[in-house]
């Protein structure tokens, strides 16, 4: 598996405003996946990034909350818009390797909002 | 809606015990099965997974799969403090181009020393 870096790490918002997570990866993937982590709670998917193509989000997730970039093969960005206290959460990022169905893992980035 | 059902725990073990922990999938088509260890304020780490009916064993790790009753298991051998940790279950979604994954609520485990 390659290595898969998050910024920022953690961060604290105020509501309204809209952070950008960036997620890069040190080789060239197909799909990236976006994920969210409530407290106390299980991996929610939130939407699929493809390079080249708009993401296909998952039931409750919508573009203009969550707008994804996917600008090359080795990077993307997800942006946490208009944020309220109900975003607090953990936000990774994953990939596949070599069509491989495994997924790994970024060091996730703690939000949270005031 | 596709589910997967953990015990959510805690399980508590003693060191040196078999912990095992369970997992229940409702999609008869799915055919990939991962385990992952989460400690706390970490991001998820992948353990094991299994594709085939039967046992798999990684060193002290063995997971059991058994398709006929949708049931996939986690069996940690010689348990050591360092093994406490979330465990979560998940499971490939076959109607989504099987590359997307169901996760489960995961079951903490505590070994005690």
């Known amino acids: 598996s390659a290595v898969i870096s998050q910024k920022p790490s953690r961060d604290i918002c105020q509501r309204g405003t809209s952070l950008t997570i960036q997620c890069q990866v040190d080789?060239?993937?197909?799909?990236m996946f976006w994920y969210r982590q409530q407290p106390g709670q299980s991996l929610t998917l939130i939407a699929t990034?493809?390079?080249?193509?708009?993401?296909?989000?998952e039931s409750g997730f919508v573009i203009d909350k969550f707008p994804i970039s996917r600008p090359n093969l080795t990077f993307s960005t997800l942006t946490v818009s208009n944020m309220s206290p109900e975003d607090s959460s953990i936000y990774l990022c994953s990939t596949r390797f070599n069509s491989q169905e495994t997924q790994y893992f970024g060091p996730g980035t703690r939000l949270l909002v005031l | 809606q596709k589910e997967v059902e953990q015990n959510s725990g805690p399980l508590s073990v003693p060191e040196g015990a078999i912990a095992s922990l369970n997992c229940t999938y409702s999609?008869?088509?799915?055919?990939?099965f991962f385990w992952y260890r989460q400690y706390s304020g970490k991001s998820p780490e992948l353990i094991m997974f299994i594709y085939s009916n039967g046992d798999k064993e990684d060193g002290r790790f063995t997971a059991q799969l058994n398709k006929a009753s949708q049931y996939v298991s986690l069996l940690i051998r010689d348990s050591q403090p360092s093994d406490s940790a979330t465990y979560l279950c998940?499971?490939?979604?076959?109607?989504?181009?099987?590359?997307?994954?169901?996760f489960g609520k995961g079951t903490k485990l505590s070994v005690i020393p």
């Open positions: 080789s060239q993937v197909t799909m």
């Open positions: 998940a499971v490939n979604n076959p109607g989504a181009g099987s590359y997307q994954l169901t």
């Open positions: 990034a493809n390079q080249g193509s708009e993401a296909t989000y």
């Open positions: 999609d008869r088509g799915s055919q990939s």
